[in-house]
């Protein structure tokens, strides 16, 4: 079983900045792919940003130099550091995190998801 957990979402006003971080427990023997996405009211869900085990990062265009997403292996921890937020970025972000348990089963999870509303 693999939970994930997420924090740092909020309220914020045009331009500001906010943190995300998604932390996986349980019985992981690895993450081999992070992501962000998310969902604007009425629109479907979105990718934002991937990260492998290996680091290569992969970005949606709307937020290409905006947006970057890392990880830290040691912590089963995905972060999205967002800068120069747009209204249209408000959306209900979701961690999605895929890899292998400790007994090599491989999985697909999905956070709870977190509201990130940019407005002055």
Same mark, same amino acid.
């Given at each position: ?28 023997? +690895?993450? #081999? ?23 290569? !990062?992969?970005?949606? #265009? ?5 947006? !970057?997403?890392?990880? #830290? ?9 967002m800068n120069s937020l747009?209204?249209? #970025? ?29 407005? +002055?």
């Open positions: 079983q693999v939970q994930l957990a997420e924090s740092g979402g909020g309220l914020v006003q045009p331009g500001g900045s906010l943190r995300l971080s998604c932390a996986a427990s349980g019985s992981i023997q +690895s993450i #081999d792919l992070g992501g962000w996405y998310r969902q604007a009211p009425g629109k479907q869900r979105e990718l934002v940003a991937t990260v492998t085990s290996g680091g290569s !990062t992969n970005y949606a #265009d709307s937020v290409k130099g905006r947006f !970057t997403i890392s990880r #830290d292996n040691a912590k089963n921890t995905v972060y999205l550091q747009k209204p249209e #970025d408000t959306a209900v972000y979701y961690c999605k995190a895929e890899g292998r348990t400790t007994r090599w089963r491989s999985f697909i999870y999905w956070g709870q998801g977190t509201q990130v509303t940019v407005s +002055s």
